[in-house]
């Protein structure tokens, strides 16, 4: 993960919590001259599927233990990037994080609403490909339900809500400017699905990456300044009332003419635990 394309904030988290304040390696460059990613403050209340995943033990308390985004699509089921629980991302098996939480219901981080439940089993991709990014997702089981109410439907294959053009939102608490300026509250920003030609395009093989539309969503803005950054990974992008990506990767946020790049749901919901 030292090329441009660099996708979890848990990864500079565990590497600031196992080296003490050193100054950020590649993730930083791979975003240091991008531009906002122009959102606004977002509400649970009306996007009550947005969850954050959280680990004091591994990211400290300052953010509530923040390192990743998710999103409710059954009430014990939480869908969030492979990446995040990597390894590499973690800096142990996610087996061994024992202070694993999903904090639901609440838009400030170190708030005291909404509530924050253990996970009972985390389930990572196996297909997962760390190189191309292919197979983002991983399931996270509950031990208690959420609400109903905090379930987003997961648009299937041949839905509206994937075709470019498509207005769609994507929501998080990471990084705001592309320089670590992390929200402490919950934000959301306004993007289209793009053409699976641009992200091609932009990420034909190579140092930035490679786009494969039979596993992956391109959203953002033709001239940027919409977009997810680091820390947002794993959370949703939403359209027409339902879920069709997670944050996944890109060359750094924001930017004119590279597109975020999102794991595309219709393409997992075959084979994820409990999808169809
Ligand atoms: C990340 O590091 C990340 N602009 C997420 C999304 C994008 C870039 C990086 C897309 O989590």
Not at 72 to 83: G, I, M, Q
Not at 109 to 115: F, K, V
Not at 150 to 172: C, L, N, R
Not at 210 to 229: F, I, K, N, P, R
């Amino acid at each position: 993960m030292s090329r441009t394309v660099f996708c979890a904030m848990a990864g500079v988290f565990a590497l600031v919590a196992a080296t003490a304040a050193i100054p950020l390696g590649s993730p930083a460059a791979a975003v240091s001259d991008s531009i906002v990613i122009g959102g606004q403050p977002a509400h649970v209340k009306d996007s009550p599927w947005v969850v954050a995943l959280s680990s004091r033990d591994r990211f400290g308390e300052t953010r509530a233990g923040q390192f990743c985004g998710g999103v409710v699509v059954a009430p014990k089921k939480v869908l969030t990037a492979a990446h995040c629980l990597n390894r590499e991302a973690l800096g142990v098996d996610v087996g061994e994080l024992r202070d694993l939480r999903v904090i639901s219901g609440r838009d400030v981080l170190r708030g005291t609403g909404g509530q924050e439940a253990p996970v009972q089993a985390a389930w990572s991709n196996p297909g997962f490909d760390p190189t191309t990014n292919a197979g983002d997702l991983a399931v996270l089981t509950l031990a208690d339900a959420l609400p109903a109410k905090s379930v987003i439907p997961m648009a299937e294959s041949g839905d509206a809500a994937y075709e470019p053009g498509t207005g769609a939102v994507v929501y998080g608490w990471g990084d705001t400017t592309g320089n670590s300026d992390y929200a402490s509250s919950l934000r959301s920003a306004e993007v289209s699905v793009l053409p699976d030609s641009l992200c091609r395009q932009a990420y034909p093989g190579g140092r930035d990456g490679t786009y494969d539309a039979s596993a992956m969503l391109c959203a953002g803005e033709l001239l940027g300044g919409h977009d997810a950054c680091q820390g947002d990974s794993g959370g949703p992008l939403v359209a027409r009332g339902r879920l069709i990506g997670l944050v996944s990767w890109g060359n750094g946020c924001a930017r004119v003419g590279s597109p975020g790049v999102y794991t595309r749901i219709s393409a997992a919901i075959g084979w994820m635990p409990g999808g169809s």
